[in-house]
């Protein structure tokens, strides 16, 4: 059994998956620790792998994607997927893999719920946070795939960009270095 990265084409759907896996792991990761969790099921399990991205990238800077994170989860919006999983029909079991925004899971998350058929499958969600919990997410999954049965997620606390961010912030502050 091979397993496949699902290609991404920019503004098409994923390219026709050739493996035989039933499982999927589809993962959202702005800095890489949820990519990791799913990169470590997908090994173990050698399922499938399809990277949920946002047709629109969210900025480089982390304080400017807190905020557009919040005003989209605030609004409801479900943000344009780069890609689609044109395979999803063949899995029985997906992972979701997703970091906590705003205490809940990211718009991007909906978007890919509201854009895939998941009725009948099993969902195990991958959470990664930044130890304030799984907020809504729970709720928001299985509000987003009514027909599908949704496990207990696996969730762990992970690094937070902004606190790696401000410690190198502080360190640049005291090395007098010229711009
Ligand atoms: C836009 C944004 C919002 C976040 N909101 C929360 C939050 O509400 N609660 C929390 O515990 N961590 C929060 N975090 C931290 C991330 O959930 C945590 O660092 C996660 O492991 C990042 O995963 P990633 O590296 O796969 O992107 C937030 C991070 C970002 C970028």
Not at 51 to 57: F, G, T
Not at 81 to 88: E, G, P, Q, V
């Amino acid at each position: 059994m091979t397993p496949l990265l699902l290609s991404l084409a920019a503004g098409g759907t994923s390219a026709a998956a050739q493996g035989t896996s039933k499982t999927l792991v589809a993962c959202f990761s702005r800095s890489g620790n949820t990519r990791v969790v799913a990169g470590q099921v997908r090994r173990a399990l050698g399922a499938d792998l399809f990277e949920i991205e946002p047709d629109i990238p969210y900025p480089d800077d982390y304080f400017a994607t807190v905020a557009q994170a919040q005003q989209e989860r605030d609004r409801g919006y479900e943000p344009l997927l780069k890609t689609t999983a044109d395979t999803i029909a063949r899995y029985s079991t997906v992972f979701l893999g997703f970091p906590i925004w705003g205490m809940t899971a990211p718009p991007v998350i909906r978007s890919f719920l509201s854009t895939h058929d998941l009725s009948g499958k099993t969902i195990v969600p991958l959470v990664t946070h930044g130890g304030y919990g799984l907020g809504d997410s729970m709720r928001v999954v299985a509000g987003h795939a009514p027909q599908a049965n949704v496990l207990d997620a696996f969730s762990t606390q992970a690094p937070q960009e902004r606190e790696t961010i401000e410690r190198v912030s502080a360190w640049l502050d005291q090395q007098q270095i010229q711009k």
